[in-house]
């Protein structure tokens, strides 16, 4: 059982913000996030795209934003805990204990939600009779590759992720890449060497097909593709995988008894608390009227929710507001020498 | 004012007044139009504002954005007259346009 003052859930900018405001004011936190790296939405969703409505800065990309706070938060020494969900809560006392998918298990007074439009998972096959092949002969992502050796492999998608394991698995297996249409959005160097590939016969190409069918008692038999055109095809094969990009789903938020509007957790203005005593929401998981859903709008959110925590963090101490120019207790906590 | 037809998966017809220089997807999310979710607010980062045109009208729309091919690849169940509802703005030249919405959006 971790013991924390805050446990911020999401690691994208405004949880990455409201984590340096709890360090700041002398609170100690960690971060769970479901995706495998930092940055949240800003990473996975728009790396490269210029952002020009940070204060203070013209323009920056998603990546260049989430670096600059990485690097803003290197004194404090975050324990982040990536590829965990975290899945259940309940009220332990005045805390709230909490349990990840991966079972790790927190004790904490305040729980800052930071999800943005909810934790990131695999686009699935809109096909209902693929859900019983799931993990057992269809996969949407790849956890040990050995399984499909010397194995016909059919792998949907035209991103990089399809790209990159078309080109993997057709060393030791037999690849089908089908796509939906004839571009592939890949990187070029990985789209010529899969052309490369089926030239030579190693990737066998099928452009403009879908899956429309899947057969098979407990594991997959064959599947069924349909083309642009209405034609059909029908073949065997041991392993489908599906690279569709990522969706974003509220998940278990759902159900932890929080005033919800649409997709959003509607929380006051003066704490970012939800109706839940301890648990706030900041950056574009909340609402409230006038939210904007802006990234400097979740940094000054995830501020005021910080010194909120305070109050149930260390009730026998009164939090004293400070600026980081002139105090030499925030400049100790950064590490930062004094005049 | 553009009137645009926006049906539902389960045959609703929503036939909406929008405001010129919107969005087809900001006219759905402005007047509750359930089936557009629009997670990333119209930056083409998603694919959950994802409609099918109706064929007369897929030909008469500006060309796709680039990079919207990329994101639709990634929609619930897209086809052929796939669009993101994001990428096309209302304007007098689509007067009448009608959309249909898929079965879901994630």
């Given at each position: 059982m971790i013991k924390t003052d805050a446990l911020i859930i999401g690691a994208g900018p405004t949880g990455l913000f409201t984590a340096h405001q709890l360090k700041i004011i002398g609170l100690d936190c960690q971060i769970v996030d479901n995706l495998d790296k930092i940055g949240g939405q800003c990473i996975e969703l728009y790396p490269d795209k210029p952002i020009y409505d940070i204060p203070a800065i013209p323009e920056c990309t998603g990546e260049e934003l989430t670096q600059n706070l990485i690097k803003q938060l290197e004194p404090f020494k975050i324990k982040f805990h990536l590829k965990e969900r975290v899945d259940e809560i309940k009220k332990d006392n005045n805390n709230w204990e909490v349990k990840t998918s991966n079972g790790t298990k927190f004790n904490t007074p305040n729980i800052i939600i930071a999800g943005g439009v909810g934790s990131f998972e695999p686009r699935k096959f809109?096909?209902?009779?693929c859900e019983k092949f799931e993990n057992k002969s269809i996969f949407y992502s790849v956890k040990n590759k050995k399984i499909f050796d010397d194995k016909t492999v059919t792998i949907f998608g035209g991103g990089d992720s399809a790209l990159d394991w078309a080109i993997e698995l057709s060393k030791n297996s037999k690849v089908n890449l089908v796509h939906r249409r004839d571009e592939f959005r890949g990187a070029n160097a990985t789209v010529d060497k899969v052309h490369e590939l089926a030239k030579l016969g190693k990737i066998n190409l099928l452009t403009k097909y879908q899956l429309s069918g899947a057969k098979g008692?407990?594991?997959?038999e064959s599947i069924e593709i349909t083309h642009e055109n209405k034609e059909v095809k029908t073949f065997k094969t041991d392993y489908v995988l599906g690279f569709f990009g990522l969706i974003m789903q509220l998940g278990p938020i759902a159900n932890w008894g929080l005033n919800l509007n649409k997709k959003t957790i509607e929380v006051d203005t003066e704490k970012f608390e939800t109706n839940q005593k301890g648990i706030y929401a900041v950056g574009d998981i909340c609402t409230y009227?006038?939210?904007?859903?802006l990234i400097l709008s979740g940094f000054h959110e995830g501020a005021l929710a910080a010194r909120a925590c305070f109050k149930l963090a260390k009730p026998n101490e009164k939090y004293r507001f400070e600026f980081t120019t002139s105090s030499k207790t925030i400049k100790d906590r950064l590490g930062v020498k004094s005049d | 004012m553009t009137k645009i037809t926006y049906i539902e998966h389960n045959g609703k017809e929503h036939t909406i007044d929008v405001q010129n220089g919107l969005t087809v997807m900001e006219g759905a999310v402005q007047n509750d139009i359930p089936g557009i979710d629009a997670d990333c607010g119209?930056?083409?980062?998603?694919?959950?504002?994802h409609v099918y045109v109706k064929d007369e009208w897929y030909d008469k729309l500006d060309e796709k954005s680039e990079g919207e091919d990329d994101m639709i690849d990634q929609a619930y169940e897209p086809k052929k007259n796939s669009r993101l509802s994001c990428q096309i703005t209302v304007s007098?030249?689509?007067?009448?346009l009608i959309v249909h919405l898929p079965e879901k959006q994630v």
């Amino acid at each position: 059982m971790i013991k924390t003052d805050a446990l911020i859930i999401g690691a994208g900018p405004t949880g990455l913000f409201t984590a340096h405001q709890l360090k700041i004011i002398g609170l100690d936190c960690q971060i769970v996030d479901n995706l495998d790296k930092i940055g949240g939405q800003c990473i996975e969703l728009y790396p490269d795209k210029p952002i020009y409505d940070i204060p203070a800065i013209p323009e920056c990309t998603g990546e260049e934003l989430t670096q600059n706070l990485i690097k803003q938060l290197e004194p404090f020494k975050i324990k982040f805990h990536l590829k965990e969900r975290v899945d259940e809560i309940k009220k332990d006392n005045n805390n709230w204990e909490v349990k990840t998918s991966n079972g790790t298990k927190f004790n904490t007074p305040n729980i800052i939600i930071a999800g943005g439009v909810g934790s990131f998972e695999p686009r699935k096959f809109p096909l209902k009779e693929c859900e019983k092949f799931e993990n057992k002969s269809i996969f949407y992502s790849v956890k040990n590759k050995k399984i499909f050796d010397d194995k016909t492999v059919t792998i949907f998608g035209g991103g990089d992720s399809a790209l990159d394991w078309a080109i993997e698995l057709s060393k030791n297996s037999k690849v089908n890449l089908v796509h939906r249409r004839d571009e592939f959005r890949g990187a070029n160097a990985t789209v010529d060497k899969v052309h490369e590939l089926a030239k030579l016969g190693k990737i066998n190409l099928l452009t403009k097909y879908q899956l429309s069918g899947a057969k098979g008692s407990s594991i997959l038999e064959s599947i069924e593709i349909t083309h642009e055109n209405k034609e059909v095809k029908t073949f065997k094969t041991d392993y489908v995988l599906g690279f569709f990009g990522l969706i974003m789903q509220l998940g278990p938020i759902a159900n932890w008894g929080l005033n919800l509007n649409k997709k959003t957790i509607e929380v006051d203005t003066e704490k970012f608390e939800t109706n839940q005593k301890g648990i706030y929401a900041v950056g574009d998981i909340c609402t409230y009227p006038g939210k904007l859903k802006l990234i400097l709008s979740g940094f000054h959110e995830g501020a005021l929710a910080a010194r909120a925590c305070f109050k149930l963090a260390k009730p026998n101490e009164k939090y004293r507001f400070e600026f980081t120019t002139s105090s030499k207790t925030i400049k100790d906590r950064l590490g930062v020498k004094s005049d | 004012m553009t009137k645009i037809t926006y049906i539902e998966h389960n045959g609703k017809e929503h036939t909406i007044d929008v405001q010129n220089g919107l969005t087809v997807m900001e006219g759905a999310v402005q007047n509750d139009i359930p089936g557009i979710d629009a997670d990333c607010g119209g930056s083409m980062a998603c694919a959950t504002c994802h409609v099918y045109v109706k064929d007369e009208w897929y030909d008469k729309l500006d060309e796709k954005s680039e990079g919207e091919d990329d994101m639709i690849d990634q929609a619930y169940e897209p086809k052929k007259n796939s669009r993101l509802s994001c990428q096309i703005t209302v304007s007098d030249k689509i007067e009448g346009l009608i959309v249909h919405l898929p079965e879901k959006q994630v």
